[in-house]
């Protein structure tokens, strides 16, 4: 091991060494790797992770340890010296844990997971599996449509999982002692709520490729619903989370402020399937911080959430924050702001020496659309925020847009390049002196998601997209003082497809794998080609998933899973859309019935009312 | 107050570079709750440096980080021992008068000890070093940051003793006159990944002789703390 890891470009993402890092002996306990597929530097700034950890590790009769996916050059030197995937801390093979449970964080990692299950010399396919092999769990975001991985996976878990984690791991333990088959263990999972084993259902297809249904075999729920937490309690908090020793994207203490949002953004899943909000209180927050810069060391705090200057009392937790650790040389960092003037307010009192670049998101750029996607922002209110920050010191800005949305036309498109223009400017529309901002419109492509208001839309074409980014391109070639940035449109194509595909993509999965697919999300090693080779091998059609309309009553391949939101309401939302009719936030207007709170026990839990 | 702290530098740790060690350090005497200082300016950062860079794969005896604090910290050892992982320890510190210069421009020498050279290579390796000891000027092509520089290293070289299959170095190192081991090792026809590295010992020159810091230090007038 040593040997080889004097031979790799960064060592230090597989020694499991780091401060904080637990070591508990493994026998007699439940082994459960915590896995996430990407590299070392992207998974230690997963705050989710982390938190699983900690949860896990809490229990006596239970070790967690933490897989990454090896970097290329660590893969090559396992597969030449027959080393399989391993565990930081213990070095222990992944293959000989309980539990190995994936994080889901986004689609393009899906060949990373099937890499790693391969490293690791666990079957790929869950119906391979004996007893003697780990059960694979999912979780996290994409587990609202994990049907495309629905062939890998033991099981998946949907939702909040600290507490539902618990109930899993005494389930095993049971099954474990009782010496249960793996079909036995699974049909106990499958009783606890939140728990989703795909091969105790049965997909049927219409002849024109389309669901017909989705029954279960065997006994267990017709609809899996997620979980959901109450109240975000402060036990549940990683205090002591690990630190790494090498500069990780997210190199921070991560205080996760508050859980879900209902700003209702209509391309947003996430602002769907976190739902309801549930705030901490200010108190818990400081005393967090507090435990973990002691238990750690970090210098800086990112007030981490969907949309963190929504927190009901953020002005005084600002406050709060920086007359108790500020004259420690301890930063704060906003990592979203809104676009208002109190945002720039927060923004100036946590800034420290010379501006950096502001963010802000916009999305599209013509108030219409803006109605269209419920981005309850005006042209206005983008303004005022641009010049209250440029007052303050700030030199450039970065906003971001999406193009492809649902009914767009070239004068939305327009819309990015007078919008971006106009921000440059922003001190004139207020009347103030000034120098022009610099501006970067960073453009992405709308992938419509399950589970939003745009889950029955078509997708652009990859053309339709390119000759949009050149239409952008040109206008913005005819001012200096703008940039635009823009990705791939292949790359969305295939985020499309997975995002809501369903239970055949599995065999696009395998052929790309064996073509050598992996590490998709990174621009050096995403090969298109290869992805489109698959799609032809498995004899599967992609615009079929990403370009095409659905139907108000097509069965959906994630119908039998819910985030508590109702279908009925994200069709009342796609309607309001065309309608240019605006939802407002449901914590400072009144309940649009999106069947959170009526379906869960749950309610939107703020820190000041 | 500024302190010179010696520890060493072990196991895994072998694999952490240079600057994400100073940034460790950072976060180790932030959790030891030392009153670091920092500079001024636009952005504030703790007056912490580390004495040489320590190559990435070698271990250490004698590594020196160089902090200053706010206000005296008689206990500092004390106070960083809970705090710092189980493959560095500390082995003391020393207290230095505040218009010291820099320590990481005082270094001059390093103590190389090389293990794990195989049998075979022996004989070869004790010919082609007292070739090497024998010349006045060696030049070798090396890397620098400007790119590829040649320089004579054997002036660079204060002593090389084989003694079984255990070679020991003293090198230059620092500002004025540096030589990388992993150049003196490829030099003489050994693989650097194939050997364990330890630097044994960092010097100061004091009138031609090698002085440790904390010689120095001593010598210098200061008492010893921790």
Request: charged share 25%.
């Amino acid at each position: 091991m040593q040997h080889i890891l004097s031979q790799v470009e960064k060592p230090a993402r597989y020694l499991g060494n780091e401060w904080n890092a637990v070591r508990k002996d493994h026998q007699g306990r439940i082994t459960l790797a915590l896995a996430f597929p990407d590299v070392y530097e992207i998974a230690m700034s997963h705050l989710g992770l982390q938190i699983l950890y900690h949860v896990a590790n809490q229990r006596e009769d239970t070790v967690a340890e933490r897989v990454y996916a090896p970097w290329t050059d660590m893969e090559s030197l396992m597969r030449q010296h027959c080393l399989p995937l391993f565990a930081l801390e213990s070095k222990r093979p992944v293959r000989e844990f309980d539990l190995v449970g994936f994080t889901l964080q986004y689609e393009m990692s899906y060949s990373n997971i099937i890499n790693m299950l391969d490293l690791a010399g666990i079957p790929i396919l869950a119906r391979d599996r004996g007893n003697e092999h780990p059960l694979v769990i999912g979780g996290g975001p994409c587990v609202y449509n994990p049907e495309p991985l629905a062939d890998f996976f033991d099981f998946f878990v949907l939702g909040d999982a600290e507490e539902v984690l618990g109930e899993i791991l005494d389930a095993y333990a049971q099954a474990k002692s009782a010496g249960w088959s793996r079909e036995q263990t699974l049909l106990s999972l499958s009783q606890i709520s939140g728990v989703y084993v795909p091969s105790f259902y049965e997909v049927q297809y219409h002849d024109d490729g389309t669901i017909a249904s989705v029954q279960p075999k065997a006994d267990v729920p017709p609809v899996v619903t997620k979980r959901v937490l109450a109240e975000l309690k402060p036990e549940y908090f990683p205090s002591k989370p690990v630190v790494p020793y090498l500069g990780t994207v997210h190199d921070r203490l991560s205080l996760e402020i508050f859980r879900g949002c209902t700003r209702g953004c209509r391309f947003c899943q996430a602002g769907v399937i976190y739902r309801p909000v549930r705030e901490r209180s200010r108190e818990d927050l400081v005393a967090l911080a507090e435990a973990v810069l002691r238990a750690t060391g970090y210098n800086e705090i990112s007030l981490m959430s969907l949309s963190t200057m929504d927190y009901s009392d953020l002005a005084a937790l600002v406050d709060d924050l920086l007359a108790k650790f500020g004259c420690d040389h301890v930063k704060l960092s906003l990592p979203s702001l809104r676009i208002d003037s109190f945002s720039i307010e927060q923004a100036k009192k946590v800034k420290q020496g010379r501006t950096g670049n502001l963010t802000l998101a916009p999305e599209a750029g013509s108030q219409r659309l803006r109605d269209v996607i419920n981005k309850q922002v005006t042209e206005e209110d983008l303004l005022q925020a641009v010049s209250g920050a440029q007052a303050e010191g700030w030199r450039s800005v970065k906003l971001y847009f999406m193009i492809g949305l649902p009914t767009e036309t070239e004068a939305d498109l327009e819309g990015i390049f007078d919008l971006a223009k106009k921000a440059a400017w922003a001190h004139r529309y207020v009347k103030q002196p000034g120098k022009p901002m610099r501006v970067t419109a960073s453009v992405a492509a709308f992938v419509p998601k399950p589970w939003t208001p745009f889950q029955w839309e078509p997708q652009d074409s990859m053309y339709v997209l390119e000759q949009k980014q050149l239409f952008l391109r040109e206008l913005f070639s005819k001012d200096r003082r703008l940039t635009l940035n823009y990705h791939g449109a292949e790359l969305s194509f295939l985020e499309a497809i997975f995002a809501r595909g369903d239970r055949r993509l599995g065999r696009v999965l395998l052929e790309a794998h064996a073509l050598g697919c992996r590490f998709d999300g990174w621009s050096e090693h995403f090969a298109f080609d290869k992805w489109m080779q698959a799609f032809a091998a498995a004899e599967l059609d992609p615009t079929f998933y990403a370009n095409r309309r659905r139907e108000r009553d097509e069965v959906l391949p994630w119908d039998h899973l819910s985030p508590g939101v109702s279908k009925e309401w994200l069709w009342k939302e796609r309607e309001a859309a065309w309608q240019l009719a605006v939802t407002p936030d449901c914590r400072s207007a009144h309940c649009s019935v999106c069947g959170v709170c009526q379906h869960l026990p749950v309610t939107t839990r703020l820190a000041k009312e | 107050m500024k302190y010179w702290l010696q520890y060493s530098k072990g196991g895994n740790l072998r694999f952490i570079g240079h600057l994400d060690m100073l940034h460790s350090w950072e976060r180790i005497l932030r959790r030891a709750r030392v009153p670091l200082a920092f500079s001024q300016g636009y952005s504030p950062h703790p007056l912490l440096s580390l004495a040489a860079p320590l190559p990435v794969g070698l271990i250490s005896q004698a590594e020196y980080l160089e902090l200053v604090t706010t206000e005296a910290v008689p206990n500092l050892t004390e106070m960083i021992a809970v705090a710092v992982p189980s493959d560095i320890r500390v082995a003391g510190a020393v207290a230095v008068p505040d218009k010291t210069k820099p320590l990481m421009g005082l270094i001059r020498y390093a103590d190389y000890l090389v293990e794990g050279i195989a049998e075979g290579q022996r004989a070869q390796l004790e010919k082609t070093l007292a070739d090497f000891l024998g010349q006045t000027s060696v030049i070798r092509t090396v890397r620098r940051k400007s790119g590829m520089k040649r320089v004579d290293i054997r002036p660079l070289v204060h002593f090389a003793h084989l003694q079984g299959t255990t070679l020991r170095l003293r090198l230059s190192i620092g500002s004025v006159a540096n030589l990388r081991v992993e150049d003196l090792l490829q030099h003489l026809d050994l693989i650097p990944s194939s050997l364990q590295i330890a630097r044994e010992q960092l010097y100061l020159d004091v009138d031609g002789k090698a002085v440790t810091p904390f010689q120095y230090a001593a010598a210098t007038g200061t008492a010893l703390e921790g």
